[in-house]
């Protein structure tokens, strides 16, 4: 009778760890084909040449806003002209190693150079978002009469107190564009969603399509530029902006150091601009602004907004060292002030 029991028990156990076994299998044949399809878009994303609208929606905690857009992409090349919403007439993009502005009838804006080529970026984070990131394929779509694919990147160590960020990509069937992008916070809750339609392989593309880098580098000798972007030129920052910046004794698992760079505000005049250092896991970025305390900053809920374009995310101000930090990232707040607290930056 004993035997028996044995017997049962060790049966049934078998059955679980087969059962055991058979979920992770199939978990793994995800993760193996939402990776493959991941590798593809980012391919795609990058060579090909097509225009498109896009439509953008941002969520504010219960409302929404939209906004659309026509896209026109080339190898290393990005053309941006909203059509409707808060940036109707704005036209903006990047051409090699630099990011430009527009308004309707005004002049363009050099808004920022960088030191890696937007593909160039791409691949260096898409390695990293793969390190800290796991992909898992989610089943079959149609999005505008367009079979797609569904993915979805979520991390695998998410920091205190977070659930995300992660993000669900539509990967086209037929050329691997991503059709469509829901964006969730480290709460777990929408933010955004981007869409493409009207998708044109062979789009006619002019001189007027996208600025030229030499006519960019010309606007930016005369009026200079909000963002500078300088790797990893500790030096060359603490000259432009009087502010040394060092490594933060503690960042939160998978980030690592990405670039170092200034920022300028309009409404600045001719004070220096601030410094800034950055840190990506491939999908997350945490911007440090370090700035003079007298720096036109102002206080508004859900966070610190001023005239300056800090970025989205949840941002936090700090004083310290004599100076004021802005940190910036999809991060809890606790976790954003532990980055600041943990750094070392001085007036140069």
Not at 52 to 61: D, P
Not at 79 to 101: A, H, P, Q
Not at 213 to 235: H, I, L, R, Y
Not at 298 to 308: H, L, N, P, V
Request: net charge positive; glycine share 8%; proline share 5%.
């Amino acid at each position: 009778m004993r035997s028996s029991f044995r017997f049962a028990s060790l049966f049934v156990s078998a059955l679980l760890l087969l059962a055991a076994l058979s979920v992770w299998n199939v978990r793994r044949q995800s993760s193996v084909r939402a990776t493959e399809l991941l590798k593809r878009t980012m391919r795609a994303d990058n060579d090909l040449t097509y225009a498109a609208t896009s439509t953008v929606t941002a969520m504010y905690g219960t409302g929404a806003v939209d906004s659309v857009a026509r896209v026109v992409r080339a190898p290393r090349k990005l053309s941006i002209t909203y059509l409707s919403g808060d940036r109707k007439g704005l036209n903006s993009g990047y051409n090699e190693r630099w990011f430009w502005r527009k308004n309707q009838n005004a002049p363009m804006q050099a808004y920022a150079e960088v030191k890696l080529r937007p593909d160039e970026m791409a691949e260096h984070r898409f390695a990293l978002m793969m390190q800290n990131y796991r992909a898992y394929w989610l089943g079959e779509d149609t999005i505008n009469g367009r079979p797609s694919d569904i993915v979805e990147v979520r991390p695998t160590n998410p920091v205190d107190g977070a659930r995300g960020p992660f993000k669900r990509l539509w990967i086209d069937r037929e050329t691997g564009l991503s059709l469509r992008n829901d964006f969730f916070n480290y709460q777990k809750q929408p933010v955004m969603k981007t869409e493409i339609s009207q998708i044109d392989l062979n789009p006619k593309i002019d001189n007027a399509t996208f600025a030229t880098p030499a006519a960019m580098f010309k606007v930016a000798s005369k009026d200079g530029w909000t963002a500078e972007e300088m790797g990893n030129d500790v030096n060359g920052v603490a000259l432009k902006s009087g502010i040394r910046l060092a490594t933060p004794k503690y960042l939160p698992q998978g980030f690592h150091f990405d670039a170092v760079g200034v920022h300028h505000c309009a409404d600045w005049g001719k004070a220096k601009p601030a410094a800034l250092t950055r840190y990506i896991d491939g999908l997350n970025a945490v911007t440090i602004f370090a700035m003079p305390p007298q720096a036109n900053i102002e206080k508004a809920s859900g966070g610190t907004r001023g005239a300056c374009d800090f970025g989205p995310g949840t941002m936090i101000t700090v004083q310290k060292n004599g100076l004021q930090f802005v940190a910036v990232g999809d991060l809890p707040p606790v976790t954003l002030k532990r980055v600041v607290a943990s750094m070392d930056a001085r007036k140069n």
